[in-house]
């Protein structure tokens, strides 16, 4: 390790890649994003800024990562917004069906996709080592543990769909549709666990462009068979499905995504390079080290989602309230809300996880400094882009709702909760970054203490007071996320302040 990376001055500013480093890149050991001098120290309002250098190898590592995870998060939201034009009777209980649904589905496969936290720490660690043998053995016993927890946490959640659902939502157009929509996307959570391993460590190793071409074939695919299932087609014979046809279509886009990511990998620069298929390379000491490190993010997984599930629940209750039967309409404009701020919320969420890549790989590289400055350059960043959507967010917001659900009281009532959420969008850029990077250093579990503590304290209680008890209505139950990502912000900033995560060992 010191042979491949010479430090002559961390912090001077004015540190220049040895002999040896030229030769390891050259041999494609180590990315240029390593190479780089240690940028100077900013003081004053520069701190507001960021380093152009640093600011390229950012962005040309993280915006195949965030077009790759919005093109698969817009097959959710592709399947809210194309049932939307669906008949009204149909449409508004069918959206808020499939949203109630999409956190019980993610507690599921988030939970098994957080093999990608371990997966890529270790990944990126050794990539930065120039050791490729031991970035392939990640990617060997990664597979293990999510193909075969996939196969058992997915039968065992299919069975108990119609229970939790029936227990948690007074309308029951809403279970209705919510059991047959989530029962069929439950099928996928297997292909969605492996195709994290796979996304992971390829984007450990630097491409982050292949899960970029693969998500955009599954979201070209996942539209046309949502036009076809959603909709029908009377030549082909196909009946109109509904919201089951918006499952099923994921569902398969899904499997065709996992095949070619599986296609991909056999590719020989690096099926010979890496050597992942070996089963040799199963390891019981990497197996416990892939699960050591992701299981704090699986776990911080469940509680995230089971505070959306309460936190659905308490719109439930407003929507009891207020709507008809049959017309869960606030239900629906807290859906149209989600599907708009999920595209806020994973961009920043995959610019945390290449964001977490340049970090790891810079401390496998003994580049703590540069590591710290990756991390806080990488949030300036993003926080700003998502502070240009906020403006659209707050200026057009009908425009924007229009585009999910077109119907005028929808409109009404997300109007203004929308424009508060505009407010923060920069917020949640930086309290994702950092939190994906503290999961990609091995700080999983003071995350997971925090996002603990915001949930069970914060989201769904202060939902309930402002939302229920002081009757605020929609924007009122807002009033609890917009004040857990504040302070999870807060939390993640003053963690990453302190030195100790530059020292910890993978």
Same mark, same amino acid.
């Given at each position: ?422 407010? #923060?969008?920069? *917020?949640?850029? %930086? !309290? ?5 990077? +503290?999961?990609?250093?091995? $700080?999983?579990? &003071? /995350? ?7 949930? #069970?304290?914060? *989201?769904?209680? %202060? !939902? ?5 008890? +002081?009757?605020?209505?929609? $924007?009122?139950? &807002? /009033? ?7 302070? #999870? ?18």
């Amino acid at each position: 390790m010191g042979q491949a990376v010479r430090m002559l001055d961390t912090h001077s500013g004015g540190e220049t890649p040895s002999n040896d480093e030229s030769r390891l890149a050259k041999r494609g050991q180590l990315e240029a994003f390593l190479l780089v001098p240690d940028p100077p120290p900013r003081h004053g309002l520069r701190r507001l800024w960021f380093d152009p250098i640093l600011a390229r190898h950012i962005l040309r590592m993280a915006l195949p990562v965030v077009l790759g995870m919005l093109t698969q998060t817009a097959i959710n939201i592709l399947d809210t917004v194309m049932v939307g034009r669906l008949p009204r009777e149909i449409a508004n209980p069918g959206q808020a069906a499939i949203q109630n649904s999409l956190p019980l589905m993610w507690l599921v496969g988030g939970f098994l996709s957080a093999v990608w936290v371990g997966t890529q720490a270790i990944t990126s660690r050794r990539a930065g080592e120039g050791n490729d043998a031991l970035a392939g053995r990640a990617l060997t016993n990664s597979l293990l543990i999510s193909i075969s927890s996939g196969v058992v946490f997915s039968i065992a959640a299919v069975l108990l769909v119609p229970h939790v659902l029936g227990a948690l939502y007074h309308d029951a157009k809403i279970v209705e549709l919510g059991t047959d929509y989530l029962q069929v996307r439950l099928v996928g959570v297997l292909a969605m666990a492996a195709t994290f391993s796979y996304k992971s460590f390829f984007d450990g190793i630097g491409k982050t462009r292949v899960f970029m071409v693969v998500a955009v074939v599954m979201n070209i695919l996942n539209v046309a068979l949502n036009f076809l299932l959603i909709f029908g087609n009377d030549s082909l014979g196909v009946p109109m499905l509904g919201v089951k046809g918006a499952a099923i279509a994921s569902v398969a886009a899904a499997y065709v995504g996992l095949v070619l990511l599986v296609v991909i990998s056999f590719a020989p620069r690096y099926l010979m390079r890496y050597r992942y298929y070996d089963p040799r390379k199963i390891n019981v000491g990497v197996l416990r080290e892939i699960i050591r490190l992701s299981l704090p993010n699986g776990a911080a997984t469940i509680v995230v989602m089971t505070g959306f599930v309460g936190f659905y629940w308490v719109v439930d209750q407003v929507n009891g309230l207020y709507a008809t039967p049959g017309n869960p309409v606030y239900s629906t404009a807290n859906a149209v809300l989600i599907s708009i701020f999920m595209v806020a919320f994973m961009s920043a969420l995959a610019f945390g996880t290449a964001t977490a890549a340049l970090v790891s790989q810079s401390l496998g590289a003994g580049r703590p400094y540069l590591a710290e400055r990756y991390v806080f350059d990488a949030a300036r960043i993003w926080a700003y882009a998502m502070w240009i959507f906020g403006a659209f967010m707050i200026f057009t917001p009908d425009a924007i709702i229009a585009l999910v659900n077109p119907d005028p009281e929808v409109i009404e009532i997300a109007r203004t909760p929308l424009r508060v959420l505009g407010v #923060l969008q920069g *917020v949640v850029a %930086v !309290a994702m970054i950092m939190a994906q990077t +503290l999961y990609g250093v091995g $700080l999983a579990k &003071y /995350v997971l203490i925090v996002e603990l503590c915001l949930h #069970l304290l914060v *989201v769904s209680p %202060v !939902a309930y007071l402002f939302g229920v008890v +002081l009757d605020f209505g929609l $924007l009122g139950v &807002y /009033v609890g996320p917009m004040l857990y990502v504040c302070l #999870l912000a807060a939390a993640m900033y003053w963690k990453l302040r302190r030195s100790d995560w530059k020292e910890i060992l993978i």
